[in-house]
């Protein structure tokens, strides 16, 4: 009886944490659609969707605004998700696709092709197979560098910044030596969501509702490997197999997100953590919590970078990032902390 007792309540609460975030998110979408240059008001919004609104009005909403809203969803969602597997696979905390290098390794494979290709040659598969190449180099990196009798937290942390800032200072070389549209590219490398259309979401969308759910299917394994590598054995979980196996979703998650907006900040750093304070259970209630605060994260950075100086459009990831670099650092401090 008392085991129900205590069970009940935190039921209630991971539930009730959910539909809250969906709500904020849901109000969060409704505001980003309603700001910008051309100013929206909740009937010209309603009248779009039910046909009886202003052709052009109607037009802007459908064509441009839906497509970045969907899009900040799925990217934030997959990003979120991505770190979440990598702080439970590693059992590092300073764990996240920016902080690993396989932002900047998904950069770099993405930008190589960009300057390599003529643009009728490029498509979203190709770039997406260049990202991820690129995004699994980076992460190979950064653990062969890192690991010296096992994975400290601090060292993997401090190694995985200087690899991301090696690969971010590459990525600007090969732009500035190549024919492309410069200011096109260096709005693709701060993360932006301006200019995206349907077809970003036709292409990202099947990738990220199908990894994300499989990740939550398997997610016991994810509760598993949280044990240590001798509990997980010793449960007879052949450890590196399914970390292999999760570390190649966490990849995927993220290169097909930056082959399509570009390099956004600390949203897979910064989500895990806070799902883990808002709800109790294992990462089959992490996954879903984790995937809506990376979802209004970034769509909350994209409102604020379009509505503080309407019409110049702040890069969503240049949000992010001023946002997650003091959170990154005050990780950092208390790793360092509880190494002392």
């Known amino acids: 009886m008392k085991r ?29 659609i309603g700001i910008g240059a051309v100013p929206m008001s909740i ?13 052009d009005l109607s037009h802007i909403i459908i064509h441009y605004r839906m497509p970045r809203i969907l899009l900040a969803l799925l990217v934030g969602s997959a990003l979120a998700v991505s770190g979440l597997i990598a702080q439970t ?39 997406s197979i260049a990202a991820f190449a690129g995004g699994s180099l980076g992460a190979m990196l950064v653990y062969a560098l890192a690991y010296r009798n096992g994975l400290n937290p601090v060292r993997l942390g401090l190694v995985g910044v ?28 701060n993360g932006s969501l301006w200019g995206q259309t349907w077809a970003q979401v036709s292409q990202l969308g099947p990738i990220v509702l199908l ?8 997610g016991t394994h994810l509760d598993i490997l949280h044990l240590g590598d001798i509990s997980s054995k010793g449960l ?35 989500s895990p953590h806070m799902a883990r304070r808002m709800v109790r259970g294992g990462h089959r209630i992490y996954i879903p919590v984790a995937a809506l605060v990376g979802s209004i994260m970034l769509l909350l950075a994209d409102t ?9 459009e702040f890069p969503a990831g240049l949000i992010t990032a001023l946002i997650g670099a003091p959170y990154f650092l005050y990780l950092l401090r208390r790793e360092f902390r509880r190494q002392r």
């Open 4 to 32: 129900i007792a205590v069970a009940v309540p935190i039921r209630v609460r991971n539930t009730s944490v959910i539909l809250l975030l969906a709500m904020v998110a849901a109000v969060l979408a409704v505001v980003n």
């Open 89 to 127: 696979i590693l059992l590092n905390p300073l764990a996240a696709p920016d902080t690993l290098g396989i932002s900047s390794g998904a950069a770099i494979g993405a930008v190589l092709l960009m300057v390599s290709l003529q643009p009728e040659w490029q498509s979203y598969g190709l770039s």
């Open 162 to 189: 200087a690899v991301s800032a090696c690969g971010s200072t590459l990525v600007q070389l090969l732009v500035i030596h190549s024919s492309m549209n410069t200011n096109t590219v260096l709005l693709w490398l």
């Open 304 to 312: 604020l970078g379009r509505s503080v100086a309407p019409p110049i």
């Open 236 to 270: 007879g979980m052949r450890v590196e197999l399914v970390r292999f196996f999760y570390l190649f979703l966490a990849v995927l998650l993220t290169s097909s997100s930056i082959a399509v907006v570009g390099m956004i900040g600390f949203v897979g750093l910064g």
């Open 43 to 55: 009937a010209d919004i309603w009248h779009a969707f039910t046909g009886q609104g202003d052709p």
């Open 211 to 218: 990894l994300i759910p499989v990740a939550w299917v398997l």
